[in-house]
């Protein structure tokens, strides 16, 4: 029987590449988007060319008053498509950057980033944490910028920072169950991230292209894989990690 992964913000960029990774291990995938339905469904459609069941699943990550409405959508998708009344792996993908300096950064900013990034993820997992099955998996993403830094993310940085220290607390306290809690800390990648900062702008992607041991900025290929890995039974003795996957990104 296929392990079931959620994925959140998997309509796109490095979600996207994590869900199909998964997929074409062998693994089924609830494709979990806040506002493009069509790019889901299109993901939905390579899953299911890929010989496995998906489904989307509308959620936008800064709405915690709809997470129980969401775990209801979730339950009725595990019930009806999967004859489960749970999942295996959740990925806390989704988010958004602000490549804004210190000094100007805003309330507001500041308040999006721990919204979505650190409150959407606490209160998400807390919420689903019924639905997951005893020896899951739970993946955080996190960022390379909370080991080295860059001018423009420190809110951005910090917001990761303290999912890093939420993935080790998850990992203690739901260690009982046999569910693994890692993180998961890309370095720069191309993506639309930021805007498409690093994917979009010669020079950030030369400057980052330079710091990087293995001579390039990374590509969604170079994430999604790995993240797919960490999932299987392979990994099962890692928990309570972060785990960077840069290319040696300043080192």
């Known amino acids: 029987m296929s392990k079931i992964a959620l994925v959140t913000g998997a309509n796109r960029g490095l979600g996207r590449n994590t869900a199909l990774s998964i997929a074409r291990r062998g693994g089924d995938v609830v494709v979990a988007y806040r506002g493009n339905a069509e790019q889901a469904g299109e993901v939905v459609a390579e899953i299911n060319a890929l010989g496995q069941k998906a489904v989307a699943l509308q959620l936008d990550m800064a709405q915690f008053e709809d997470f129980p409405r969401f775990a209801e959508a979730l339950r009725a998708s595990l019930r009806d498509i999967w004859g489960r009344d749970s999942f295996d792996h959740l990925v806390n993908n989704a988010g ?55 001018a423009g993310f420190s809110a951005y940085a910090a917001a990761k920072g303290a999912v890093e220290v939420l993935t080790r607390y998850l990992a203690q306290e739901l260690g009982p169950r046999g569910i693994t809690v890692n993180a998961v800390a890309p370095g720069a990648i191309e993506t639309d991230f930021g805007g498409g900062v690093v994917r979009d702008n010669p020079d950030m992607n030369a400057r980052y292209a330079g710091l990087t041991a293995l001579g390039r900025v990374g590509l969604p290929d170079d994430i999604g894989p790995m993240v797919a890995s960490l999932l299987s039974d392979d990994n099962r003795w890692v928990t309570g990690q972060r785990i960077e996957v840069s290319g040696g990104q300043a080192i």
């Not at 997992?125 to 830094?149: E, K, M």
């Open 96 to 150: 958004h950057g602000e490549f804004t300096p210190f000094a100007l950064t805003t309330p507001a900013e500041l308040d999006g980033l721990f919204d979505v990034h650190v409150k959407g993820v606490y209160f998400l997992t807390q919420t689903l944490l019924p639905l997951i099955a005893d020896g899951g998996r739970i993946v955080n993403f996190s960022t390379g910028l909370t080991r080295f830094s860059a």
